[in-house]
C-alpha cells in the first residue's frame, strides 16, 4: 500500500528538487531564488511546505536567508555541502563509479535516439548550447550550458523520461567546482559536444553513441581527481590524510 502524502514528505521533496537544482548549476552560489509566493506557486505546493523545505535547506548550509532591502533566499558557496559531498564519495565506495555508469547508459542511448529521431529545429537546441559553452563567463554559467546540451539532446531523443532521468543523475553528481581544485574543461567539452552534434546531424548512432561514451568517461576521471585527488585513487594516502584532518 502506498505511504499518504504528508506535510513533512512534501518538503523533504521539494528541498529535493531545490538541492537538484543547485546540484545543476542552475541557481549557482549567490544566485537568488524566486520570493515565496512565487516559488510556492512554480512548484505547486503550500508556502508551509516551502518554508519547511527552506529551512532544511538552510540547516544544510545551501541557502541562506536575508533580511531588509536586498532580501531573500541566496545560495550560499557551498562550502559545507561541498564538505558533505566530498565526504560521501569518499565512504560509500563505488558511488561515483555507480552513478557515471548509469549515466552513460542513459546518455549513449539517448544519443542512439537522437541520432535517429531529432528534427531540424533540434540540432538549432544543440547549437545554441554550444554557442553558450564558448562564451561562458564562469563556471555556473558552465554548468548550464553544459545541462542544456546534454537535455537537449535527450528532447532530440523524444524521451521525456530519459530527460527525467539525466536530469537526476546530473543532480546526483554534486561538484561544486567553484570550491574544488578543479578547472572546467570547456575546450574539452566544446570538442564533444560539437562532435556529437555532427554525428547527430548526419544520423550516425553508432558513432554518437561512441563520442559520448568518451566524453562521461573524461568526466569520470576529472569527478575522481575531485574526490581522490589528483590519481584518483580513493586509497591514496593523500586522501586519507585530508579526510583525517576535515574530519578533526
Not at 568526466?219 to 584532518?245: H, K, M, W
Amino acid at each position: 500500500m502506498a505511504r499518504p502524502v504528508t506535510s513533512t514528505t512534501l518538503a523533504k521533496a521539494v528541498a529535493d528538487h531545490l538541492r537538484t537544482l543547485i546540484h545543476r548549476g542552475e541557481v549557482g552560489p549567490g544566485g537568488r531564488l524566486p520570493p515565496e509566493r512565487e516559488l510556492a506557486e512554480q512548484l505547486g505546493v503550500a508556502r508551509i511546505s516551502l518554508r519547511e523545505a527552506i529551512k532544511q535547506l538552510r540547516e544544510e548550509g545551501y541557502v541562506e536567508v536575508r533580511r531588509g532591502a536586498t532580501g531573500g533566499t541566496y545560495v550560499t558557496q557551498l562550502d559545507q555541502p561541498a564538505a558533505a559531498w566530498q565526504a560521501r564519495m569518499r565512504t560509500q565506495t563505488g558511488e561515483i563509479d555507480d552513478i557515471l555508469d548509469f549515466r552513460i547508459a542513459l546518455e549513449t542511448e539517448t544519443a542512439v535516439l537522437a541520432a535517429r529521431r531529432h528534427v531540424p529545429e533540434d540540432l538549432d537546441v544543440l547549437s545554441d548550447a554550444i554557442a553558450s559553452l564558448k562564451n561562458v563567463g564562469g563556471r555556473t554559467a558552465f554548468r548550464q550550458a553544459d545541462s542544456q546540451f546534454h537535455l537537449g539532446l535527450a528532447r532530440a531523443a523524444r524521451s521525456d523520461r530519459l530527460a527525467e532521468a539525466i536530469e537526476a543523475c546530473r543532480g546526483d553528481l554534486f561538484s561544486p567546482h567553484d570550491l574544488l581544485p578543479f578547472a572546467d574543461p570547456v575546450e574539452e567539452t566544446l570538442r564533444d559536444h560539437q562532435e556529437i552534434l555532427d554525428l547527430v546531424a548526419v544520423r550516425d548512432a553508432d558513432r554518437a553513441s561512441a563520442v559520448m561514451r568518451e566524453h562521461l568517461d573524461r568526466t569520470r576521471a576529472q569527478l575522481r581527481a575531485i574526490v581522490f585527488g589528483p590519481d584518483g585513487d580513493p586509497a591514496s594516502p593523500d586522501v586519507a590524510a585530508r579526510g583525517n584532518a576535515s574530519a578533526g
